[in-house]
């Protein structure tokens, strides 16, 4: 007689659009891992602008419809492939992509792509480091080659982003500098790697930034919100000084003249062009982070699975993140 297969929650998107488009189904078939593969039963789930912009089909990177978003996951795995020898039964994981997507109970990924979480990082920490953490480092360290002791400006500096690079910057000898846009976000950057925070709410933030930093100016600068700061952050730049594009939500006028007069350059980050070899070079160094300390992910607002179309609606459209969005299983 065949066996049933097993069930599960999990959120599906049948067509782009807003977060009304999330739809929570309760009988979605539990995938099987094959080859290379683990299935994990999911704890938590991270939410990223990313999946948002996917969703609503604006993103350069369009999924076969129906699918599930999520790509962070933290679990247990349940089961695993035929040739997944790195793992077994019950390990503690956690995920910088997933094969059948991370918003449900169960998420199959290729093996390569899952990591052990230490038992000092609890499942909702395990949740906020995949895509911060590998976007942080492939910002700060890989696309730019820093040096201890350069000054870096994390533009957006209280998200799962900004923290990871905060954290990452301050671990490897750079003097950081942080803006938020709430005292509650200012205290989080303070408290995780920067030597300085500014209110990038306040009408004269920039020039209070200038005469902190004096006529040398910053050396680089990790923007999350290039659509609004781009301009701003070319006046700040020193000699040689690189901007370094995470996040963007438009189009912006700038003035070439800036990038000339100092020589400076403009630097665009996707994770998604980070190679299987990258993620591996990565992934050693953060997992450093987490035996050492260093890494150690903020959580910030968490939401059911029910929940989800808010959570995406207020990743967006919320007040100043302080810390990671999750989604609880």
Known sequence: MATRQKL??????F????PEVLKLHLDVAVPIPKDNQVLIKVHACGVNPVETYIRSGTYSRKPL???????DVAGVIEAVGDNASAFKKGDRVFTSSTISGGYAEYALAADHTVYKLPEKLDF??????GIPYFTAYRAVIHSDRVKAGESVLV???SGGVGLAACQIARAYGLKVLGTAGTEEGQKVVLQNGAHEVFNHREVNYINKIKAYVGEKGIDVIIEMLANVNLSK???LLSQGGRVIVVGNRGTIEINPRDIMTNESSIIGVTLFATTKEEFQQYAAALQAGMEIGWLKPVIGSQYPLEKVAQAHENIIHGSGATGKMILLL
């Open 233 to 235: 952050d070319l006046s």
């Open 15 to 18: 067509e782009f659009g807003g």
């Open 65 to 71: 419809l129906p699918y599930t978003p999520g790509s």
């Open 124 to 129: 909702k920490q395990g949740a906020a480091i």
């Open 8 to 13: 599960m929650r999990a959120v599906r998107v």
């Open 155 to 157: 533009h957006g500096a």
